[in-house]
């Protein structure tokens, strides 16, 4: 789960096969007026989301995407952007009611978008619109090779590996018939998957550039597997060689069981030549290890050296660097642990060699990209100590930090001036903008950074912002831990305040400068609260042994840290008012949320648990993601000889304290949330009230893990505060 609450922090948009489904209708900027300074749900769904970016091969100008959200309509509208490349001459280029995404550059006159499942250009005034692809509307992602002579298109095709196809002449049967795992994915059950198509660009009778359905080569013709890989993968899992004759693109060749229990993808190298494939992660010979499906992985080796033979784990987002040279991509040491340090790896096309070259920063990279020097430079994003900044490295591993800020940097990538970068950066107070960077890699506190947008300026001038403060403490275990403190607008010292305990999910994504547009800081002490944040134990940034702490133990030192924190808080802050506190979280933070209801020893005055899980003995079955149950809970819970920490990880599920419980709970959950299911939400709320304990249920029959839909992502706001105000603003001391 970790990587899906890091996507929800750092995408927190619907995605853009959604937002092809949600147009006509035009919604623009809105330029609302805010009451008394104070964040409020509307003002929060009526700011832009910037997306996507891309600046022009002379680095002159910068096309980028917003989405905009309409509560009365409860749909988005995506639009493209044109501006200079220091942010001034900004102008709006789509003009219809149809959304426009994924901008990229043909040439420096010419941008290629997506626009209702065609790929089309456009001047980069917005003029001469053309429509370039010709596939009845199945374009859901393209990028096209250096030489502009081909393009990778994104398409679904059907799929009946785990589900039958019904029979022809029942075509109104809503049946599925199951027969192996992986049926269903994050939120929909898997009938397509995704397969990457390649196309030559060819020019009509009328002198334009026009792409066939007809034309299109699978590049996994009979293979039954996805690429991009679900539930989040899109073009970034796929890249063009500089010569624009091979691909690089990542996939788990994996179906069923062996699909469900292994987070084991790999780097493939596809010739468009002579349509060879070869794998850059496992020799030839490479033969997959027989394994227990209902057992921990957790034996394998940690080594770098033995790591590198066939690379085990999640291997992502390949990239060539610009000689073509070599290929960089994201990569895990171990099979099964999705939350695994990410590491860049890089392999040399010439000898074979590869190498970690990340090795002295010992936590998680992000985002990368390569510089065009000779040194072979790449610069990447990655967390250390509750935020997310920019670093570089070469070949060499020499590592240098160049920025060092309370935000987090989200993406990044080269501009082609090769002097600077273009990237997307957020805070606690301020959602995503673009920035361009200057490094210096010799004088990091040289480096320039410059925002280059400031697309929700007009309602951030509006609202007053809260305080941001950190604050170290030392555990029970005897370390230390750094929690966030978010203060309310206009905050006085001399008064007590409501506080909220912040539980993060994952349970290994980092609580940094992330901005949310549903776990949102600065609306929560918009309305009054003070909140605390820890970077408990098996969070990354703390160094890896922090980090892997938590798995095999949920309720050991995770929970202590939590209490420490708002014990912590609760002690020494004074204007934090120990009789109204409350605990909220969502995934593992609501799991964190149903544990510290039967163990705060009347701590907290209410709790919110967000598609959090309540028995885990059902949610190890009830969950796709059996890799993640096997690592984390180390066995399947019949099996006898179970580990330690197995026994241990069941006997303590929130479950079985249920009797222990006597504080008011909200328990919300999405019914197409196939991580954790409805049931684990609807069963907490159900044990609450057979207990005679006040009790919510918010249930979206139509979201999954997040909420995306706007009039539902209101009504989330609106009984979050209700609940919280309900029980923690009565009679507050002044």
């Known amino acids: 789960m970790t990587k899906l609450w890091i996507a929800l922090v750092a995408m927190l948009t619907i995605s853009t096969g959604s937002a092809q489904a949600q147009n006509d209708v035009r919604i623009r900027k809105q330029n609302i007026s805010v009451k008394d300074g104070r964040m409020t749900p509307e003002a929060l769904w009526a700011m832009g989301r910037i997306s996507s970016y891309a600046a022009s091969p002379d680095g002159q100008k910068i096309v980028y995407q917003v989405g905009y959200y309409s509560v009365k309509h409860n749909?988005?509208?995506?639009?493209?952007y044109m501006m200079n490349a220091d942010g001034t001459g900004q102008q709006l280029l789509t003009t219809s009611d149809k959304n426009e995404t994924d901008a990229t550059w043909l040439n420096a006159e010419t941008i290629a978008f997506l626009r209702g499942g065609e790929i089309w250009t456009m001047k980069h005034d917005g003029s001469d619109r053309r429509q370039l692809s010709q596939t009845d509307?199945?374009?859901e992602g393209f990028k096209f090779s250096p030489d502009r002579k081909k393009v990778i298109i994104l398409k679904s095709i059907?799929?009946?590996?785990?589900?039958?196809?019904n029979p022809a002449d029942l075509p109104k049967a809503t049946g599925r018939l199951v027969t192996d795992l992986m049926y269903r994915h994050w939120d929909h059950y898997v009938e397509s998957i995704q397969h990457p198509f390649v196309a030559e660009v060819q020019t009509n009778e009328n002198s334009q550039l026009t792409i066939l359905d007809s034309q299109l080569t699978d590049i996994l013709e009979g293979e039954p597997y996805e690429?991009?890989?679900?539930?989040?993968?899109?073009?970034?899992?796929?890249?063009?060689?500089?010569?624009?004759k091979t691909i690089a693109y990542t996939c788990r060749k994996k179906t069923g069981v062996a699909y469900s229990i292994s987070?084991?993808?790999?780097?493939?190298?596809?010739?468009?030549?002579?349509?060879?494939t070869k794998n850059l992660c496992k020799p030839a010979d490479y033969k997959v290890p027989e394994v227990d499906p209902t057992k921990t992985l957790k034996t394998q080796s940690v080594n770098s050296e033995e790591n590198l033979k066939n690379l085990p784990g999640y291997d992502q987002n390949p990239k060539f660097s610009p000689d073509g040279k070599y290929v960089a991509w994201l990569s895990m040491s171990r099979d099964g642990y999705e939350s695994d340090r990410q590491r860049l790896c890089c392999c040399d096309l010439t000898t074979g060699e590869k190498k970690f070259l990340t090795e002295s920063f010992d936590s998680h990279v992000d985002d990368?990209?390569?510089?065009?020097?000779?040194?072979a430079m790449i610069y990447f994003i990655g967390v250390w100590h509750a935020t997310e900044n920019l670093y570089a490295i070469n070949w060499k591993g020499e590592l240098k930090q160049l920025t060092n800020t309370w935000h987090d940097f989200g993406s990044l990538q080269m501009m082609n001036d090769g002097k600077r970068i273009l990237a997307e950066r957020h805070?606690?107070?301020?959602?995503?903008?673009?920035?361009?960077?200057?490094?210096?890699?010799?004088?990091?506190?040289?480096?320039?950074?410059?925002?280059?947008?400031?697309?929700?300026?007009?309602?951030?001038?509006?609202?007053?912002k809260p305080t941001v403060d950190q604050r170290w403490v030392k555990t029970t275990d005897g370390q230390k831990m750094l929690y966030w403190i978010i203060l309310p607008p206009n905050f006085d010292e001399t008064k007590k305040y409501p506080t909220l305990l912040f539980c993060e999910g994952g349970p290994q994504s980092p609580v940094s400068q992330f901005w949310s547009y549903r776990w949102n800081f600065m609306i929560m002490a918009s309305q009054g609260y003070v909140i605390i944040a820890p970077n408990r134990h098996g969070l990354p940034g703390f160094g890896q042994e922090w980090l892997e702490e938590i798995s095999g133990d949920w309720t050991g030192q995770c929970m202590s840290d939590y209490l420490t924190a708002i014990d912590d808080a609760a002690a020494n802050l004074p204007y934090v008012d120990k009789d109204h506190l409350g605990a909220v979280g969502a995934s593992f933070g609501g799991f964190s949320v149903y544990y510290l209801a039967g163990h705060h020893d009347k701590r907290f005055k209410c709790f919110i648990a967000h598609d959090g899980a309540f028995n885990l003995e059902a949610m190890y079955t009830e969950t796709e993601e059996n890799w993640f149950s096997n690592w984390e809970y180390d066995d399947a819970y019949w099996n006898r000889d179970q580990t330690a920490n197995a026994r241990k990880t069941y006997q303590n599920s929130p479950h079985r304290f249920i009797d222990k419980w006597d504080t008011p709970i909200l328990c919300i959950h999405g019914e197409k949330d196939y991580r954790i299911n409805a049931t684990q939400g609807m069963s907490a709320f159900n044990a609450a009230r057979m207990r005679g304990i006040e009790a919510q249920l918010l249930i979206f029959p139509d979201e999954n893990h997040w909420v995306l839909k706007p009039q539902n992502g209101i009504l989330w706001q609106r009984t979050y505060f209700g609940w919280l105000d309900r029980w923690l603003k009565e009679e507050v001391s002044k």
């Open 368 to 375: 990368f990209c390569w510089s065009d020097n000779k040194d």
């Open 427 to 464: 805070c606690y107070t301020a959602p995503a903008d673009l920035y361009a960077i200057t490094p210096n890699f010799k004088k990091p506190e040289k480096t320039v950074v410059a925002q280059i947008t400031e697309e929700n300026k007009h309602i951030l001038d509006q609202l007053d």
């Open 137 to 139: 509307g199945s374009v």
């Open 227 to 244: 690429c991009p890989m679900e539930p989040f993968g899109g073009i970034e899992q796929l890249d063009w060689s500089t010569d624009s």
């Open 263 to 276: 987070t084991d993808s790999d780097i493939y190298i596809y010739n468009i030549g002579t349509r060879e």
């Open 75 to 80: 749909k988005s509208h995506h639009v493209l």
């Open 158 to 165: 059907p799929f009946h590996g785990s589900i039958m196809e």
